[in-house]
């Protein structure tokens, strides 16, 4: 490798690689194609993006690296991190989203970028601009290809896919392999190399816990989670647009400092709001499944399922937000009597069944007085085991502040 880049990661303090990081490292440098299947938060980035700054010729005003992610968010991280490693290799990186105009990525492109980072809709857009040329590419990186699929961009990626060059080095970076997946290296891999990186002793640290509640009873149980103490920041799911800003309405009503993520957002309040929640500004986050892909950030210490996801792919996707890189992290899942069967589908997915929890712990009463909401006076079937919840195993640290009325 480089100078510059081994220079620009000790810099950083990483002298040592992921497992993800190991294995599919030498396999790009080799120029062979790679399907890589590691969870979030397995240093996936620097596993592709470092050989992609070795491939790179600095001199060449060709883009020759092209970088497909599911997300703005995503595309904006991957592309922070490989301009400030290629900075003293004098490598540029042009990054392409939606949401807003072009003028600025034109010039980016326009003035000689050889990396180039984005989501699919964006890039295809450029080059039916002509604003993009990828007849240089030598090497493509699909990041979470499983997330692009959810995300309804499959035709547009294989358009992309089928406009670069035949000789391309090819490498997919996946949570999950879902069928398209398969599909698609049968389709533009040439006998590519698999990774995976499954080893229990690799497996993000987080702290499970299943609470099963009355209908009713939800968004007490929430404040009351939210009550408690927390040493980072708390990440929580909802289903849809519309419940997830209303959760968010109620709960800045009752004083909580919230912000919600939602699909409809503009690009700059969607960054006003990450940059507020990685900067520890803001202490919950609410978010729909769309909306919070691409959160890359390691101060998440809880993620709180307040509504199911609609599969095990997607429960795998949510809880991986927290016990990132090393970290330790706790993940607490509401279920009602309705979520039974879907839960069941997702342990399925996960081999194993996760601990159900009491409320023992919690100040229900107290939180159910705050919304004006009943107390579950009966355990819900089947009675749940007599364990205390914590928010992430360890003494409480900090709680979630509230706004001043």
């Known amino acids: 490798m480089r100078r510059a880049s081994l220079d620009a990661l000790q810099a950083q303090g990483i002298s040592v690689p992921t497992p993800i990081q190991a294995q599919a490292i030498p396999v790009m440098l080799e120029g062979r194609d790679i399907i890589a299947q590691a969870q979030t938060g397995s240093g996936k980035t620097l596993a592709f993006g470092l050989p992609l700054l070795e491939i790179c010729d600095p001199k060449s005003m060709d883009v020759q690296a092209l970088v497909l992610t599911p997300t703005r968010e995503l595309a904006q991280q991957v592309a922070s991190v490989l301009a400030d490693l290629g900075r003293a290799s004098k490598l540029r990186v042009a990054v392409l989203y939606g949401g807003v105009g072009y003028e600025k990525q034109t010039d980016a492109l326009t003035q000689g970028a050889q990396i180039v980072v984005g989501t699919p809709g964006r890039v295809l857009d450029h080059l039916g601009r002509r604003t993009l040329r990828v007849n240089a590419i030598s090497a493509l990186v699909l990041d979470e290809a499983d997330q692009m699929l959810d995300q309804g961009f ?6 992309i896919l089928s406009a670069t060059p035949r000789s391309r080095q090819t490498a997919l970076f996946s949570a999950t392999t879902p069928t398209w997946v398969h599909e698609v290296s049968a389709r533009y891999l040439r006998q590519p190399v698999i990774v995976k990186v499954d080893d229990a002793s690799q497996e993000p640290d987080i702290e499970h816990s299943v609470i099963e509640v009355w209908a009713g009873d939800k968004l007490p149980i929430l404040l009351a989670l939210l009550n408690q103490r927390s040493e980072g920041a708390t990440l929580v799911f909802g289903r849809t647009r519309h419940g997830v800003m209303n959760l968010a309405r109620r709960l800045n009503r009752m004083g909580y400092d919230v912000e ?4 409809d957002l503009g690009q700059a309040a969607r960054d006003r709001i990450v940059a507020r929640f990685r900067a520890g500004q803001v202490p919950v986050l609410l978010a729909t499944n769309v909306a919070a892909r691409g959160l890359d950030m ?6 709180i399922n307040y509504d199911l996801p609609e599969s095990g792919e997607l429960f795998v996707h949510r809880v991986g937000r927290t016990g990132r ?11 009602t009597a309705t979520d039974l069967p879907k839960m069941q589908e997702i342990e399925r997915h996960l081999g194993r069944k996760l601990p159900r929890v009491s409320v023992s712990s919690l100040d229900v009463q107290a939180a159910s007085a705050a919304v004006n909401a009943p107390v579950a006076r009966a355990p819900m079937p089947p009675p749940p085991a007599p ?4 928010a992430n195993g360890a003494a409480p640290a900090r709680p979630v502040r509230r706004r001043r009325s």
Do not use: C, H, P
């Open 154 to 159: 499959a035709r547009d990626v294989e358009r």
């Open 260 to 263: 919600a993520l939602q699909g």
């Open 298 to 303: 390691l101060n998440i210490d809880r993620v």
């Open 325 to 335: 890189i090393g970290q330790s992290g706790s993940a607490v899942t509401l279920i």
């Open 387 to 390: 364990v205390a919840v914590s």
